[in-house]
Antibody
Framework: QVQLQESGPGLVKPSETLSLTCTVS??????????WSWIRQPPGKGLEWIAY???????NYNPSLKSRATISVDTSKNQLSLKLNAVTAADTAVYYC?????????????WGQGTLVTVSS | QSALTQPASVSGSPGQSITISCTGTSSDVGGYNYVSWYQQHPGKAPKLMIYDVTNRPSGVSDRFSGSKSGNTASLTISGLQAEDEADYYC???????????FGGGTKLTVL
């Protein structure tokens, strides 16, 4: 069973870059059957999909965040990462990593516990 | 503003059944059988409850069921239990550039 654990700084200053890591266990990040995803949830609000990526390099981004977000996979560390630049208070949220199977599937079956990132000076 | 519309709250008594709706368009819910539902308890990560409209992952109680009619999908929980009290989110593939859309969430209260 896949297990996911997010990590990163809990506080980021406005205009700076948010950097998060998700460590994958129970499977390999270069598994052919998974896309690895980032999803966020502002406090008290709903879920927003950010992006997903296959280890082969294939990726998709939410158009509303595409200009600021970069998702990547590090097979040597079995991790995926998210960088979001030029952050504002609107980027304050719990950030989750999640897995999505390849092919015609559009659901997220395994989730990390999430990490809260606050954007504030 | 979420792409998919859910009621803000629903409630029911133990043992009763409730239904949560999720309304989209022909570009998402109505056009594809890729609707999923997630349960989220306070402070916890979402948990997949239903995928591809009607399918339950292994380990999810058969009290949870999904359906779809036109542009509206529904999650039904039968035999309500106190542990079902949580937020529920629907999600769907969308043919717009967004790819994945979520509903705004529904808070289920077990009276």
């Amino acid at each position: 069973q896949v297990q996911l654990q997010e990590s990163g700084p809990g506080l980021v200053k406005p205009s700076e870059t948010l950097s998060l890591t998700c460590t994958v266990s129970g499977d390999s990040v270069n598994s052919v059957i998974y896309y690895w995803s980032w999803i966020r949830q502002p406090p008290g609000k709903g879920l927003e999909w950010i992006a997903y990526m296959h280890y082969s390099g294939s990726s998709n981004y939410n158009p509303s965040l595409k200009s600021r977000a970069t998702i990547s996979v590090d097979t040597s560390k079995n991790q995926l990462s998210l960088k979001l630049n030029a952050v504002t208070a609107a980027d304050t949220a719990v950030y989750y990593c999640a897995s999505k199977k390849v092919g015609a599937t559009y659901y997220f079956d395994y989730w990390g516990q999430g990490t809260l990132v606050t954007v504030s000076s | 503003q979420s792409a998919l519309t859910q009621p803000a709250s629903v409630s029911g008594s133990p043992g009763q059944s409730i239904t949560i709706s999720c309304t989209g368009t022909s570009s998402d819910v109505g056009g594809y059988n890729y609707v999923s539902w997630y349960q989220q308890h306070p402070g916890k990560a979402p948990k997949l409850m239903i995928y591809d409209v009607t399918n339950r992952p292994s380990g999810v109680s058969d009290r949870f069921s999904g359906s779809k009619s036109g542009n509206t999908a529904s999650l039904t929980i039968s035999g309500l239990q106190a542990e079902d009290e949580a937020d529920y989110y629907c999600s769907s593939y969308t043919s717009t550039s967004t790819h994945v859309a979520f509903g705004g969430g529904t808070k289920l209260t077990v009276l």
